[in-house]
């Protein structure tokens, strides 16, 4: 791992850490970062060093605009998640501008944040199943726990819609509760 990486890395960790929500014991963007990381490493082990930097980045700060300053409404949903994307891409570009990183390099993991071009890049790709996979793994169940079944089969349909084949199998090796499962059986019957 090169220095200015490393750098990079720690800053967006340093960042997440800041996070007042705790899952597992740990801030809830530090351990969202850290399993997002894990599976692109998983997915692409040859992973870029751009496509690297965006998983670690890819929600930083994220409760610095909670879901709650905007209305409730699906409007309201499909704007806040616009404007995260822009403040995410943004935090990501001052930190990698202030650990060295070049233009070029930036708006490269800044199209990652913003997902550009998706499906047709094979690293947005990538990163989109990730979120997938790290939505599946470690929020699903909750979700589920909190809402009705219809919303859920929705979302575990448009999810696997944009999934690739591989993330598909991956998916399906996951250790899924009786509720999860059903749910997951439903949407892709």
């Not at 999934?163 to 439903?186: G, Q, V």
């Amino acid at each position: 791992m090169n220095e200015r990486f490393a750098a990079a890395i720690a800053r967006f960790d340093a960042e997440n850490a800041r996070d007042p929500n705790r899952e597992a014991g740990e801030p809830r963007e530090l351990l969202y970062a850290w399993r997002l990381t894990a599976w692109v490493a998983k997915l692409s082990p040859v992973a870029s060093e751009p496509l690297r930097l965006a998983a670690r980045c890819q929600h930083i700060c994220r409760w610095e605009s909670p879901r709650g300053s905007y209305p409730m409404t699906r409007p309201g949903y499909l704007k806040w998640r616009a404007d995260l994307k822009q403040f995410h891409a943004k935090k990501s570009g001052e930190i990698l501008r202030a650990t060295g990183y070049d233009d070029d390099t930036i708006r490269r993991v800044q199209d990652l944040n913003l997902k550009k071009n998706f499906p047709a890049d094979p690293e947005v790709r990538v990163l989109e199943d990730a979120l997938c996979l790290v939505f599946l793994e470690f929020q699903f169940a909750d979700l589920a726990a909190k809402s009705d079944d219809e919303k859920m089969i929705n979302a575990l349909r448009k999810s696997w819609e944009k999934m690739t084949e591989t993330a598909r199998a991956e998916a399906l090796k996951l250790p899924y509760d009786d509720r999860a499962k059903a749910l997951l059986t439903r949407a892709l019957g």
